[in-house]
């Protein structure tokens, strides 16, 4: 099984050019037919929660439980308990919970944050997408300054 991490134990970020590597051996194992590369579902949410946050108007994910109705902002390193994924065959189906700035038109944010999630896992998973369910879970007004 292949499991890739866009950060490692000491929070060093791992270059995306990797994923274009992996992405390379995934198609030479399918055109000569040397294996099978699966991907888990936590490197899928790592790559989707990874786009989602570099998106204009995002302050971070959210975990997907609200704790009395208020949403707790995840930080780097937790981005896949922002993310869920469900994975049927060569489909996948994403949830993200985000945390978006006051102010920002938050229909804009959800329609760039899916468009980049879906290029996202294209480019580097060859998945085909199902669904990207974007789910606002909280406002965070900044300390004007």
């Keep these: 099984m292949l499991f890739l991490f866009f950060f490692n134990r000491l929070g060093f ?3 995306l050019q990797m994923f274009e590597i992996m992405k390379g051996w995934a198609n030479m194992g399918d055109k000569d037919k ?3 590369v699966n991907i888990s ?3 899928i949410a790592t790559i989707a929660g990874a786009a989602a946050v570099e998106c204009y108007g995002i302050v971070g994910m959210a975990a997907r439980k ?3 109705g208020i949403a707790q902002l995840l930080g780097r ?3 896949t308990k922002g993310v869920q994924v469900k994975l049927e065959g060569s489909q996948v189906t994403v949830d993200l919970y985000i945390i978006v700035s006051y102010g920002v038109n938050i229909a804009e944010v959800a329609k760039n944050v899916m468009e980049r999630v879906k290029y996202s896992l294209s480019k580097y998973t060859d998945l085909e997408t199902r669904a990207i369910n ?3 879970q909280g406002v965070r007004v900044s300390n004007g300054g």
Aim: proline letters at 6%.
């Design 13 to 15: 970020s791992i270059p």
């Design 34 to 36: 040397l294996g099978n």
């Design 41 to 43: 579902e936590e490197v």
């Design 66 to 68: 609200l704790k009395d």
């Design 77 to 79: 390193e937790d981005l």
């Design 134 to 136: 974007v789910n606002v």
